[in-house]
């Protein structure tokens, strides 16, 4: 059977892979985002990183069955549009991806949500294999989520799972949203980013910034972020304390609406922390949930950083699926 494409868009990097019929990945690729011009500078970048995928997978994009887009904004799958990816550069109207991208890459491209392509490699393929009902939370930038009942995901009216915008401070810290108490306003990496930066300049001492210029980067990644932490930075640990008291409120009031089988942590410090902070989260959700004598599972997502462009790959020649991500859009 032939191969197929993913490519996860996200706001800082491009990932791109070619899997096989098992999904198991034969070739991937990592390119960053572009941060200047439009969508068409950003289709550019994702055939960029679709050719090299196929490469080292010892192919090429038109030999692939298709690739699958997960993108940010607002997807409309039947379409093949994606409308306002305000995390990517000049995005702000609609762009027809799908076109520009098949026809650079001359291979059916199909396009769904980000977070709902993620969730659905969990399920399908990793850490939500085993559970009819599950809640999965991606920690980084922002926190998206999505919500697995009986096996397939819940979109509600088209755009269920926001668990990041679940409040957890009524008039708390202004969310990157506009919103105010929101639970990324406390738990998201680009939130926490601010509060350090506010934080060191009201003269906070951390060793975050000169790690981050030490790596070369110029925003706190994840990896800047466990770095600091192994080394005992204390505002690093400070805001990562704040985080997970807002991952365990929010997560846990989820779980007393929805008595989900499951949390299933991913996302760029998701996967980065791992296991012993999943074990953390679910710490700090036991004083708020209703029945705590049998809380969910919380595990760390199975095809850490990959799971978005893998998930991506799976809309290819799935019908249902493609259906579900119409909803989507
Ligand atoms: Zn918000």
């Not at 210029?213 to 994840?222: A, F």
């Not at 800047?224 to 997560?251: E, H, N, S």
């Amino acid at each position: 059977m032939a191969l197929r494409g993913g490519i996860d868009l996200g706001g800082t990097k491009i990932q791109g892979v070619v899997v096989d019929a098992a999904g198991e990945v034969c070739g991937e690729s990592r390119h960053p985002t572009p941060t200047e011009g439009g969508p068409h500078d950003v289709a550019l970048a994702i055939a960029a990183a679709a050719r090299e995928a196929a490469e080292k997978a010892s192919t090429d994009t038109a030999s692939l069955a298709g690739i699958g887009v997960g993108s940010p904004g607002d997807v409309d799958a039947t379409a093949g549009t994606v409308t306002s990816a305000r995390n990517l550069p000049g995005w702000e109207g609609k762009f027809p991806l799908s076109v520009a991208l098949s026809d650079e890459l001359g291979t059916p491209v199909a396009l769904g949500n980000d977070v709902n392509v993620a969730t659905n490699a969990e399920l399908e393929l990793g850490a939500g294999r085993p559970y009819a009902s599950f809640l999965g939370v991606f920690w980084g930038t922002g926190v998206g989520g999505g919500v697995v009942l009986d096996r397939k995901i819940w979109l509600g009216r088209a755009s269920a799972g926001e668990i990041g915008h679940m409040v957890v401070k009524v008039d708390g810290a202004r969310c990157p949203c506009g919103r105010r108490g929101c639970m990324e306003a406390y738990a998201g990496r680009g939130a926490m980013e601010a509060r350090a930066r506010e934080q060191v300049e009201k003269g906070a001492e951390t060793d975050l910034f000169k790690i981050m210029e030490k790596r070369g980067r110029t925003r706190l990644t994840s990896g800047v972020i466990a770095r600091a932490l192994d080394k005992g930075d204390p505002l690093a640990t400070a805001l990562i304390d704040r985080a997970i008291k807002a991952l365990g409120a929010g997560i846990a009031s989820a779980i007393n609406l929805l008595d989900l089988e499951a949390v299933i942590i991913g996302g760029g410090l998701g996967t980065r922390l791992g296991q012993p902070y999943a074990d953390r989260i679910a710490a700090a959700m036991l004083p708020h949930l209703f029945f705590d004598d049998r809380p969910p599972e919380v595990r760390v997502a199975e095809l850490g950083d990959l799971g978005g462009a893998i998930g991506a790959a799976l809309l290819v020649e799935q019908p249902a699926r493609r259906r579900r991500a119409v909803a989507a859009g």
